[in-house]
């Protein structure tokens, strides 16, 4: 088995690395991997042989856990530990993740405590991070900064009378017809003058309004006028027949300290036909202005002529005109400014002592302002002996002629890189309520627990089964519940990667630049699995399900009737169709194919571990990996063929290679094929894409998704096995909790947990599996909230 010689494996299971061993043993003997085909043993000895392994393996791992805990100790992930300090200072906007170090993944999540570790260098970053914080929430003056108002109109709306892609790109209009750009400085003020733009944000690009700069960071309220239109030829403008989806990018303007750090900001707003007046917030970093960023439009890019110099093509309008926004005018005000002064941000460090406090009784107000952040910040209720040390910290600095609020300062940094505030405890059994709040919080809210489930957890309410199940309903309906959505599908579906792989422009070149297309993928994913958790569907959702969620883009790249915006709305499938559940989304194809090609392996195997619960094993050493055929010559089906003549391959592909097979009418985008593309054989097609440049590829093979699994299931296309899969809720179940149970606690599900799975199991399979009541019942299980004496029979 893998090399492992059990008559060398010693029959003791208090060792944890030997127990999980024979764990594996077990495993394989039980899904009838072991012993090899061809070998006599009858299910009687079976039974007759796992029995009694189940139970000794049972009774070791369940006695190591009451004796030392489900996990180690929890150190808080760099997001969570950003999000707290939001929480606590109350600064919503704070940006500090990127000042700690990347966090290590384990069992595929950046929550597993044995990857959470403590060095030197990131105690280093943890401190200052929450120095920049504290910094942050402090105010520098007895009075906010001041407001600054910028209105631009005419040619002020755009810094240059020309952008990249020429006049097709950007003009200025006056009665939906281009002003000559020779013309343009008699009209620099005229309010009844439109900029005009056809095309979205993309390196090289200087689209903001003529000299707007942020001189301080912060929150700025933007407020314009715009319509969508469609420019016809001669550079005339005509209402859109629908609207433009379009947003703000905040960037350095152009110079030579431009540091390519660009991000939307504001939000998605769908321009529409008829001028209308729109209004958002954008987040500025000092020294920064904001660009217009329509959606889904060309990006010309520069073309390198032979015998001169690079020239932008504008791409062949779509018929019936190529679409794109007008503004009328553009108004900014910020940094915008709390309510009252101080901030909020401030009274939390320094409560009512105002800007600069030096109090008559320093040392006093030194102790109650520091017991009164403590109890703010810690995770779990501090004690006086504990906090004292604290206290001494900030004592030694008044000593020694430190200002007041630097010396508060000192002590809350202290606090906010120690234990009290940076790592979460394993439940103990019975009185232990604070750390349920804290579990249950990061679980469904990526931070710490919020006044009501607080104050639950002071009248030690946190271990009824029906409070419980109304916090943690009263969690996933919240805002906060965004933040889970968002980081859970990030690490499980590697959400985080889905803009890593650039397609192939040559074989893809219809996705050139299509960052609206990908954006709208991640969205219509996270939405789902939201639903799937907020409306409460069964397990099977993962694979299969009678709708999706789409906008304008998607339905596009779907085949589905046209849709209007870009806000996902759900939409109705057809019978026929082969999209439906999490396993045919756009973005799940994307971040299992590589940009170029797709590989059956990769899609396969990633499928049957993520989706399943069946990771493959490791591959052989020393065995190539299978390889694309970009020509066109030969069909990926065929390279599998060959690589699986080698006997250590075989065997193991035939556990994921058909499912991964089964996708390959999904290209790398996850649009629908029944060819592959190639660069020499097959039929030639050839045009112009997103960026005006030539492209031509080939059509090459058809698609064969046909397959037989392991088990000897057969199916000819991706319809046949999501049915397959929809018929084993029960496993797809579980591998959610095994999900869960990583993400929530930090440790993946022991062998002394399987009963208590099992059970939860039990409890839903008469109505399907329900997601969310999976989520309720693991909250309410032993794993969740720690064990006791009693236990399930294994």
């Not at 690395?17 to 000895?45: L, Y």
């Not at 700069?213 to 629908?242: H, I, N």
């Not at 503004?327 to 105002?354: C, I, K, M, Y």
Request: aromatic share 8%; with cysteine; proline share 9%.
């Amino acid at each position: 088995m893998g090399g492992l010689d059990l008559a060398m494996l010693p029959g003791r299971f208090d060792d944890r690395a030997i127990r999980d061993r024979w764990i594996r043993v077990h495993d394989r003997v039980a899904k009838g991997e072991m012993p090899p085909k061809g070998v006599p043993f009858s299910e009687a000895q079976r039974t007759a042989m796992l029995e009694p392994l189940r139970r000794a393996i049972h009774a070791a791992d369940f006695a190591e856990v009451l004796r030392d805990g489900r996990g180690p100790l929890r150190r808080l992930n760099r997001d969570e530990y950003e999000q707290n300090l939001r929480d606590v200072l109350q600064l919503p906007d704070l940006d500090i993740r990127d000042v700690l170090p990347e966090d290590r993944e384990g069992h595929r999540f950046n929550k597993a405590a044995e990857t959470l570790d403590m060095s030197r260098v990131q105690l280093t970053a943890y401190l200052d991070a929450a120095e920049a914080a504290l910094r942050q929430a402090t105010a520098p003056e007895p009075k906010p900064p001041p407001m600054v108002k910028f209105r631009a109109v005419g040619t002020a709306l755009f810094p240059e009378k020309v952008t990249f892609g020429e006049r097709e790109a950007m003009f200025f209009a006056r009665n939906n017809q281009a002003i000559d750009s020779k013309h343009l400085d008699a009209f620099k003020d005229d309010p009844t003058i439109e900029m005009a733009l056809f095309r979205s944000a993309h390196w090289p690009y200087y689209g903001y309004p003529k000299k707007f700069v942020a001189k301080l960071p912060g929150q700025y309220r933007v407020r314009f006028s715009a319509r969508a239109v469609v420019q016809r030829e001669g550079y005339t403008l005509e209402p859109a027949a629908r609207p433009i989806p379009m947003t703000f990018r905040a960037r350095k303007p152009s110079g030579p300290d431009v540091s390519g750090d660009v991000r939307a900001t504001g939000g998605v707003m769908d321009i529409q036909p008829v001028a209308r007046e729109f209004e958002t917030i954008i987040h500025l970093r000092e020294q920064e202005t904001f660009e217009y960023s329509p959606l889904g439009l060309p990006v010309p890019l520069a073309r390198n002529v032979k015998g001169g110099p690079p020239t932008y093509r504008y791409p062949p309008f779509p018929e019936g005109g190529q679409p794109g926004v007008a503004v009328q005018w553009l108004e900014v005000e910020g940094p915008l400014s709390p309510a009252t002064w101080p901030p909020p941000s401030h009274r939390v460090l320094f409560d009512d002592l105002g800007v600069g406090p030096a109090p008559a009784q320093p040392n006093g107000a030194a102790r109650r302002l520091l017991r009164r952040f403590a109890d703010l910040a810690a995770q779990e209720p501090v004690s006086d002996a504990t906090l004292a040390k604290f206290e001494q910290l900030v004592l030694a600095k008044l000593n020694k002629g430190a200002k007041f609020d630097e010396a508060m300062l000192a002590g809350y940094k202290a606090f906010l890189s120690s234990p009290h505030f940076l790592y979460l405890r394993e439940p103990e059994p019975a009185g232990d309520h604070f750390t349920i709040a804290t579990r249950l919080a990061h679980f469904l809210t990526n931070t710490r627990p919020d006044a009501q489930l607080t104050r639950l957890a002071q009248e030690r309410l946190l271990r009824h089964a029906a409070t419980l199940r109304s916090e943690t309903d009263r969690l996933i309906a919240s805002p906060g519940f965004e933040r889970f959505v968002r980081n859970f599908t990030d690490y499980w579906l590697n959400l985080r990667h889905v803009r890593r792989d650039d397609p192939d422009i040559r074989l893809y070149p219809e996705y050139r630049f299509d960052n609206y297309l990908v954006e709208s993928m991640e969205q219509e994913t996270r939405t789902f699995f939201q639903t799937m958790i907020r409306d409460n569907l069964p397990a099977a959702s993962v694979v299969t399900s009678d709708f999706i969620y789409a906008n304008d883009r998607l339905a596009s790249h779907y085949g589905l009737p046209p849709m209007i915006g870009s806000a996902m709305r759900a939409v109705k499938l057809p019978p026929e169709s082969p999209r439906g559940g999490l396993l045919t989304q756009a973005a799940i194809l994307k971040v299992t194919a590589n940009g170029t090609t797709t590989s059956p392996v990769i899609r396969g195997a990633w499928i049957m571990e993520r989706l399943l619960g069946e990771p493959p094993p490791p591959p052989p050493a020393k065995v190539p990996a299978v390889e694309p055929d970009i020509r066109g010559a030969k069909t990926i089906r065929d390279l599998l063929a060959m690589h699986t003549k080698i006997a250590s391959c075989a065997g193991c592909h035939a556990r994921f290679d058909p499912v991964g097979l089964a996708l390959e009418n999904f290209d790398i985008l996850g649009a629908w094929r029944t060819r592959y593309r190639g660069m020499e054989e097959g039929e030639a097609v050839t045009g112009i894409d997103r960026a005006g440049h030539d492209f031509a590829y080939t059509l090459a093979g058809p698609v064969d998704p046909s397959g037989k699994l392991l088990d000897g299931k057969t199916f000819r296309d991706i319809r046949e096995l999501k049915a397959i899969f929809a018929a084993q809720p029960r496993q797809l179940a579980r591998n959610l909790l095994h999900q869960f149970t990583v993400y929530a606690t930090g440790s993946p599900i022991r062998f002394s947990d399987r009963p208590d799975v099992e059970a939860i199991l039990d409890a839903h399979a008469a109505t399907g599996f329900r997601v969310r009541d999976l989520i309720v019942s693991l909250v309410q299980s032993p794993i969740f909230l720690g064990r006791t004496e009693v236990q399930r029979k294994p």
